[in-house]
Each structure stands twice: as C-alpha cells, then as structure tokens.
C-alpha cells in the first residue's frame, strides 16, 4: 500500500494556476492536487472540469478544491494568487496589494502546520518569493520562485531555432530578476561542450554575436508580445512550474533557474533572484556559482539593485 502519496495544493485557480494543474494532470506528476481559492465556488468549477479528463489521462490524481487546513500534509504549497494592476497604478502600489494578499495566505497555510516547500509563480515573481521568505519565516531552501525558468526555456528554444540544434543540446541561462534587467550571461552559453560565443568567433561561421544579442532582447520582450496579442501568459509558465515541482516531488538534483536567496553567490547578500540552482527534494539544494565575466557581474548586480529597491519600497 502506498503511503507517500505526493501532494500539491494550488493556491490560486487564475489562469496561471490552471495551466499548472492541467500540466500537472497531463505529466502524472503528483497523486493529490488541491485547489484552493478566495472563491470556493471557481475552485470547485475547476476541480470537477479536471476530474472529467482523468479518464483520457495517464494519470490517477486526486484532485478536489479544499481549504488551508490541507495544507498540513502537503509537500509543495504553490502560490500563483494575486491582483492585477489598475490602469495608472504604479509598480509599487501593486507590489503593497499583492503583499496584503499574500500576507492573507502565507498565515493560514503556517497555521496549518505545513511543512513542506513553497513555490511562488506571482509577479513579480523574485519580490514577491522574499515575501513569502519573510512572512513565513521558513528556511530560505524551502521558499523558492520560478525566477528566470521560463525566460531560460525561451532562450534555449529561439537559439535552438537559429542554431538548427535540439534545445536539449543547448545549455544557457536567463539569470536576474524575471523582468526588464535580466540578462543572458553567454560566457556560459554551451551548444554540447562547445561555447556559443567562441562559434560566434569563428571565421566562415554563420554565427553571429549581434544576432545571439537579438535573440537575447526577444527572450526579454516575450511576455509583452504575448500580453499584446492575448492579454496574458499562462502556458509556459505553468510548465515551467510543472518542471520544478517535478524535480523537487521526484529528488531529482535538477539544476533549474528559480529565484533563490543570494548568501554571498555572485558578491550578492539577502536578495532573492533567477540563478541556475540544483533543485531536489529540500528546495534549493545550492546555487550554482557560474564563473561569470566581469560584465557579467556588473549587469547582475544592476539586477539585483532593483529588486532590492522594489522590495525597499515596501
């Protein structure tokens, strides 16, 4: 008889919350999904539209809409509530919404006597991963964003494209702050074990350097072409969240960019941002420290800065 049933509660059945359940339910990834929401009623909707494609799946999950006191048993607590910004509403006004709202969730989920890991998917996504870390009190390891794991999914898909290569092949990292200062640090940029810049050096080489820097400012704008042309992202941010909550639920030492707490890695301290982490059944098992150049570390730092100064804010 099984007895380590793996269980997620969803908080937060928007968009991005359902395209994180319907891949949950399509990978098979966990044996019980809660989903809990401020209207019960949506939750339940949700919950039922789910269990009628159980029969098409490959999977055999649980699933229910519930309240906090489920939270006690589970083993990731994804948050993926929030409000939505008001026309001529600033960044910051945002911000002290979404922390009213989270300060709401974080209580009644402590409360219940969790003690699992949180993972946060709510914009902006590093600020609002500190808050979680400073409402819950939890260890830094087990309260970890979704960072720069979509943005890093992005990137390796278009050089997949310019490269003719199997994204699989290619091993590169949107590091910073989910949002308009992070950057690719391509001194880390490998196709197999090759470099892609010393490819892009090369004479004869069809590679070029202005093109990867193209490519790397269309990872950074793809949300607001998407927002553009549909109002939202959901899918790929509920795989990515799907892919982490995969490697923390299977221990698997995947190493994935999610928002992490700095303690020193990059010359950074006490801030949380997108680095490459290798992920496991406790959280953020370590940040990888990659050996950046020096401009590199000048970018990260600037990235750092403002999310500093957005949480200073607060």
């Known amino acids: 008889m099984r007895i380590d049933a793996r269980k997620?509660?969803?908080?937060?059945?928007?968009?991005?919350?359902?395209s994180y359940a319907y891949s949950m339910l399509n990978q098979n990834v966990c044996d019980e999904l809660?989903?809990?929401?401020?209207?019960?009623?949506?939750?339940?909707?949700?919950?039922?539209d789910l269990n009628h494609g159980l029969a098409f799946s490959g999977s055999n999950m649980k699933i229910y809409a519930g309240d906090y006191s489920d939270c006690r048993d589970?083993?990731?607590?994804?948050?993926?509530?929030?409000?939505?910004?008001?026309?001529?509403?600033?960044?910051?006004?945002?911000?002290?919404?979404?922390?009213?709202?989270?300060?709401?969730?974080?209580?009644?989920?402590?409360?219940?006597?969790?003690?699992?890991?949180?993972?946060?998917a709510t914009n902006p996504v590093d600020v609002m991963t500190r808050i979680t870390y400073e409402l819950s009190g939890f260890n830094a390891k087990r309260v970890l964003g979704t960072g720069t794991a979509l943005d890093t999914a992005r990137l390796r898909y278009l050089l997949g494209e310019y490269l003719c290569v199997d994204p699989r092949n290619i091993h590169a990292y949107v590091m910073g702050e989910h949002g308009d200062s992070?950057?690719?640090?391509?001194?880390?940029?490998?196709?197999?074990?090759?470099?892609?810049?010393?490819?892009a050096e090369e004479d004869g080489n069809p590679i070029q350097m202005e093109e990867l820097n193209r490519i790397s400012e269309e990872v950074k704008g793809a949300a607001y072409r998407i927002i553009e042309a549909k109002r939202a992202t959901y899918y790929g941010i509920g795989m990515a969240m799907t892919r982490?909550?995969?490697?923390?639920?299977?221990?698997?030492?995947?190493?994935?960019?999610?928002s992490a707490l700095l303690c020193g890695?990059?010359?950074e301290t006490g801030v949380?941002?997108?680095?490459?982490?290798?992920?496991?059944?406790?959280?953020?098992?370590?940040?990888?420290?990659?050996?950046?150049?020096?401009d590199e570390l000048e970018q990260f730092a600037t990235s750092c800065r403002i999310l500093r100064e957005s949480y200073q804010g607060l």
């Open 8 to 18: 997620v509660v969803l908080i937060g059945t928007g968009m991005v919350g359902m």
């Open 34 to 48: 809660v989903l809990i929401d401020v209207d019960k009623k949506r939750a339940e909707g949700e919950a039922m």
């Open 74 to 120: 589970a083993d990731v607590v994804a948050i993926c509530a929030g409000v939505a910004q008001k026309p001529g509403e600033s960044r910051l006004d945002l911000l002290k919404r979404n922390k009213e709202v989270f300060r709401s969730i974080i209580g009644p989920v402590t409360g219940s006597g969790f003690n699992g890991l949180f993972l946060v």
């Open 182 to 199: 992070e950057f690719v640090p391509w001194s880390q940029a490998m196709l197999a074990t090759r470099p892609i810049r010393d490819l």
């Open 244 to 258: 982490i909550t995969r490697a923390i639920l299977g221990n698997e030492n995947s190493v994935l960019t999610v």
């Open 265 to 267: 890695e990059y010359g």
């Open 272 to 294: 949380f941002a997108g680095v490459p982490c290798i992920i496991n059944q406790n959280g953020v098992q370590s940040v990888l420290s990659l050996n950046l150049s020096e």
